[in-house]
Structures are given as C-alpha cells and as structure tokens.
C-alpha cells in the first residue's frame, strides 16, 4: 500500500506520517508528503514546498495531482488530506459550524464539524478519487491531538480555544520533557518528536479526541 498526505504544514505532516505507519503498518517509505514536499536541497525550492488551509483546497482541487499519485503508483493507494479548523470562519473557507457554547459535548461537536469538513472537501475532489480519500481532520488544530499526552483530564481536547499556546505552556511546565520536545535550533516545538510520541501513546489519547479517534478510525477501516 502507498499512502500520500497533503497537509497545512510540515508540523502537521509530521505528527500524521507516524500516526499512519502505525495504524497501516506500512514501512515509512511508503508514505510521501505531497504538500507540502520535503525539501532536501534548499537551492531547489518549488510551490509545492509550501501549504497552508488555501492549497490544501486547491490541492483538492487539482485533478492532475491526484491523478498523478494514484495512477502512476502500482497498488492500492491511500490519500490523506489534513486540514484544521481554525480558520473555519474565514472568506473561501465556507463550511457551517456547530453551535459551540457553554456546556457543549466537545465530542459531539467535533463529529458534527468534522462531517461539514469533510463535505467540503468532498465537494473539491474529482468523484473518481473520492472513495481513496482518507481525512486527518483536526478540530481547532493539530496541536489538540497532542495535548492529551501532556494534560490530566477526561474531557476532549478540542475544547481549548488557544491550542497551540495549551500545548506550548503544558511542555514548557513539564521539566521532565521540556528539552526532549524542544527544537532549540528553531525556538520551536519539535514535531517530528512529538509525532512518534504520539504514535507510542496513540490509544490513550485518542479517548480524549474525537478527531484524532475518527482520523484513526478512517485510515484502520482502509487497512488491509
């Protein structure tokens, strides 16, 4: 099997790609970040080494891309499209949000959210490719799927409002893995660490997710 990713971000790539492996068993050689690609000469820079929620939609919308993976792998192949929610209320965005209030069920809430995502980005794909689309959709953002390795609680993570800073503030007070998450070159979270975290500690968080439950439910009913 041959399981391709478009994503926002290289971040966010990098927490999925290990999260894949581990749900498919597939080796890490078989998956390929499509958006935004790997850069490995810095001199060699194209459109594609960037993305963000925009081209992700216009990915989506590329049939000659997708036909480019899917017809020119050999196999059965898997496409994982991510996007956030974040920035749901944004013009080009468009999709109709829940009611979030006071007392809301976090997890039904993210059901309900997710399936407007998915219609959306439904809506942007070629039929054909429709049915090989398997979607890493992370209510407010991806950072809400890693915060249950570092928060005690029982309630769903996509209650924070401010995910990345949740997450940033709750490694930076644990003393313990405060270094070991930390991308000192950067002054940043170190992702591709967080990741294989997350791959190790996946069945627990994903009862404190519902997004990153129904992602791993996606991709564990394409599994062969």
């Not at 059965?76 to 974040?86: G, K, N």
């Not at 407010?140 to 390795?149: G, Q, R, S, V």
């Not at 991709?219 to 062969?224: G, T």
Request: net charge negative.
């Amino acid at each position: 099997m041959r399981i391709g990713i478009i994503a926002e971000g290289f971040a966010d790539a990098h927490v999925i790609k290990p999260l894949v492996q581990k749900l498919t068993g597939c080796d890490a050689t078989d998956i390929y970040l499509i958006r935004p690609e790997e850069i490995f000469d810095e001199t060699d820079l194209s459109a594609m080494n960037f993305s963000n929620w925009n081209l992700v939609f216009e990915s989506c919308r590329d049939e000659s891309l997708l036909a480019a993976f899917f017809e020119e792998i050999e196999g059965d192949a898997i496409l994982v499209i991510h996007i956030d929610t974040a920035e749901r209320g944004t013009i080009g965005y468009d999709v109709n949000e829940p009611q979030r209030s006071r007392g809301v069920d976090y997890s039904e809430y993210s059901v309900l959210l997710r399936g407007n995502v998915k219609s959306k980005i439904e809506s942007l794909i070629s039929e054909p490719y429709r049915n090989r689309i398997a979607y890493a959709i992370a209510i407010e953002e991806t950072e809400a799927w890693l915060i249950p390795m570092f928060e005690k609680g029982s309630g769903d993570t996509s209650s924070h409002v401010r995910v990345k800073e949740r997450l940033s503030s709750l490694i930076g007070a644990d003393k313990k893995n405060v270094k070991k998450y930390t991308d000192t070159r950067h002054k940043s979270l170190d992702y591709l660490k967080l990741g294989k975290a997350l791959a190790k500690d996946l069945n627990r968080c994903r009862n404190h997710n519902k997004s990153l439950d129904l992602f791993c439910v996606d991709i564990e009913s394409r599994s062969p």
